[in-house]
């Protein structure tokens, strides 16, 4: 049995609060990596020792043998305590003795029906949920089932105080991704598949991963099964042993598939969503990205996956398809909120503050200065600034421009608006605004 780190005994600490503070519904969120099953372990511990049903839901039939082995080596008394898949849970809410603790990994799936019915069934229970990402696909809240956020420490802080792995992130484009359509708040696939089902694609993944983590162990998430065959096909065929699972894997062929992954047998597991929530494969030093997604957990889970700590270990996110454009670095500080996310005024992407180098895509907070190779990004002179600052309004969603007169105007942005709206030459805003003293 293990103990827990001094940042997860404050996180237990601050969930006793919560109860204590009359709240029957907490949701911890901590990153990926950052011990949340070391926590639900140490939780079901204590209520099982003091004779407490529990009831612990997963949203995978593959997650259930690793949780139950997790909570066998914490001490948990399992006579005590069902980990149950949420649909199985679903079939035998009349047959179970009621919990008198209910906790739900990977809560922001809290909201589906299933996981509602479960609730329903045993008001009396008290719940904690567990996330790295406390939102829905379509950046809905979870304040309809959970009452309070318990937050924990950032990724940054984790891998600042050596309980993540530092990271590089690349992002080699290998198709043009631009024109996909979405449905049901999702990419769609066929249109994904139809961008990079070509053989050139596939040999630029290949090359990439040479050239950027050549024998690292790497998890390449890819768009659908047919995709995933094919890229492990293409790995071996270039003499980089691979192989892919899904869910209709048998266990015995998955278990043994990831057991030569972690003897480093296989080189390359390829998946589609398998090896994203909850899944353990602390051996994974680089993830391969080829699956765009509009979803900031997945994108998340993913990425984040190849960061478990090891000593010296430095991981290698090679995002072929964008995601870094839609949702910054994976380690970026995030609020969290269990109201809905509010439409953003501004349709740019959450990493527009980050640049990538054109000579080895290498991709950083913007600086002028590439810190993997040293290209030096050409500065951009006032009339080119200019030109970006007017492309840059016409991203504001909604956007009208009421100005009958350039006396109307009252910013720099306003007046660039106003001059290329009518057609005015370059450096008749700037002229302006000097005039006026709204520019140092």
């Known amino acids: 049995m293990s103990k827990l780190r001094p940042y997860q005994e404050d996180i237990l600490d601050n969930v006793r609060q919560a109860y204590r503070a009359g709240y029957k519904r907490p949701c911890v969120v901590l990153p990926c990596g950052g011990g949340k099953s070391c926590i639900t372990a140490e939780i079901a511990k204590q209520a099982t020792m003091k004779g407490n049903r529990v009831l612990f839901l997963v949203h995978r039939r593959e997650l259930v043998d690793q949780i139950r082995q997790t909570f066998y080596n914490w001490g948990v008394d399992l006579s ?3 980990v149950e898949m949420v649909q199985t849970a679903c079939r035998r809410l009349h047959k179970m003795p ?3 603790l209910i906790i739900t990994d990977e809560n922001h799936h809290c909201l589906a029906s299933s996981y509602r019915k479960i609730y329903e069934a045993y008001p009396d229970a008290q719940c904690l949920g567990v996330t790295a990402t406390p939102i829905r696909l379509n950046g809905g809240g979870l304040g309809d089932v959970n009452d309070t956020l318990v937050i924990g420490v950032t990724a940054k802080w984790l891998i600042e105080n050596h309980f993540l792995a530092p990271y590089d992130y690349y992002a080699p484009a290998v198709a043009d991704l631009s024109g996909l359509h979405t449905r049901r708040g999702e990419f769609v696939t066929s249109e994904v ?8 694609i596939y040999g630029d993944v290949v090359g990439h991963y ?4 050549a024998s690292c162990k790497a998890v390449c998430y890819c768009a659908s099964i047919q995709h995933s065959e094919e890229m492990a096909a293409r790995f071996s065929a270039a003499g980089i042993p691979a192989s892919h699972i899904d869910g209709s894997t048998n266990k015995y062929e998955r278990n043994f598939i990831i057991q030569q992954f972690r003897e480093g047998k296989i080189q390359i597991l390829c998946n589609v969503d398998l090896i994203s929530e909850g899944f353990d494969v602390p ?3 680089c993830a391969i990205l080829l699956r765009p997604t509009q979803s900031l957990t997945l994108f998340i889970q993913q990425s984040m996956r190849c960061m478990r700590y090891q000593p010296d270990k430095r991981a290698v996110i090679i995002d072929h398809v964008g995601n870094y454009t839609r949702f910054g670095m994976p380690d970026d500080d995030r609020e969290w909120s269990l109201e809905p996310k509010k439409k953003k005024k501004r349709m740019v992407a959450e990493g527009e503050q980050i640049r990538q180098c ?7 907070p913007k600086a002028n200065t590439c810190p993997h190779c040293g290209y030096e990004f050409p500065q951009k002179k006032r009339g080119d600034l200019e030109e970006d600052s007017a492309a840059e309004l016409e991203k504001i969603e909604g956007f009208t421009l009421d100005y009958q007169t350039p006396d109307d105007c009252s910013t720099y942005q306003e007046l660039l608006q106003y001059a290329e709206s009518h057609g005015y030459k370059k450096g008749w805003a700037f002229y302006q605004a000097k005039n006026r003293g709204l520019l140092a």
């Open 80 to 82: 005590l305590c069902r």
């Open 283 to 285: 051996d994974c030093s």
């Open 193 to 200: 598949m139809a961008e990079l089902d070509k053989s050139t």
């Open 358 to 364: 054109p000579e080895c895509f290498f991709t950083f």
């Open 210 to 213: 040479r050239k950027l983590a």
């Open 98 to 100: 009621a919990p008198r």
